[in-house]
């Protein structure tokens, strides 16, 4: 069961990068590399492409907390086996990116009280380490079932 969970969701947030998603999340995932991953915990690498900017060439904060929500909730799955909610989802940015910025992306289970779960999403910039965004969520289990999902071929 363990290892079957992190596979899908390993597959469920490569899939999303790839476009088996909405439009909004191929946007905002689309290039998105799963460099480590165990049960509670994903890292990722990303960079920033020009789709995802605003004006100013700073990365859009609506596409990165939809890449922080959907990181966060892989996490999550990788731990449950179960899809989860957003209860309640904040989000502190402390610096912008810019197009072509390399970040990681890490997201780690830090609580589970019932049906209820914990993540901390954390965006850095590649190169030094820099804080871009700090995101704490908490979820709840989902009961629909979207199993037929992760078991399509990829």
């Given at each position: 069961?363990?290892?079957?969970?992190?596979q899908?969701?390993?597959?469920w947030?490569?899939?999303?990068?790839?476009g088996?998603?909405?439009?909004?999340e191929?946007?905002?995932?689309?290039?998105?590399?799963?460099?480590?991953a165990?049960?509670?915990?994903?890292?990722c690498?990303?960079?920033?492409?020009?789709?995802?900017?605003?004006?100013?060439?700073?990365?859009?904060?609506?596409?990165?907390?939809?890449?922080?929500?959907?990181?966060?909730?892989?996490?999550?799955?990788?731990?449950?086996?179960?899809?989860?909610?957003?209860?309640?989802?904040?989000?502190?940015?402390y610096?912008?990116a810019?197009?072509?910025?390399?970040?990681?992306?890490?997201?780690?289970?830090?609580?589970?009280k019932?049906?209820?779960?914990?993540?901390?999403?954390?965006?850095?910039?590649?190169?030094?380490g820099?804080l871009i965004a700090?995101?704490?969520?908490?979820?709840?289990?989902?009961?629909?079932?979207?199993?037929?999902?992760?078991?399509?071929?990829?």
């Open positions: 069961m363990e290892d079957q969970s992190l899908r969701s390993n597959n947030l490569e899939g999303l990068s790839k088996l998603c909405h439009e909004l191929l946007f905002s995932l689309h290039g998105l590399k799963i460099v480590q165990h049960r509670g915990f994903i890292r690498s990303f960079v920033v492409s020009n789709r995802i900017c605003d004006g100013d060439g700073n990365w859009h904060v609506g596409a990165l907390a939809t890449l922080i929500d959907d990181v966060g909730a892989a996490a999550i799955f990788s731990l449950s086996g179960h899809i989860k909610a957003s209860l309640d989802f904040s989000i502190s940015f610096s912008t810019k197009i072509h910025d390399k970040v990681e992306i890490e997201a780690k289970v830090v609580g589970e019932g049906r209820l779960m914990s993540v901390v999403v954390e965006v850095r910039r590649k190169d030094n820099e700090l995101a704490k969520q908490w979820m709840a289990f989902h009961s629909i079932a979207i199993s037929g999902f992760f078991d399509r071929d990829r």
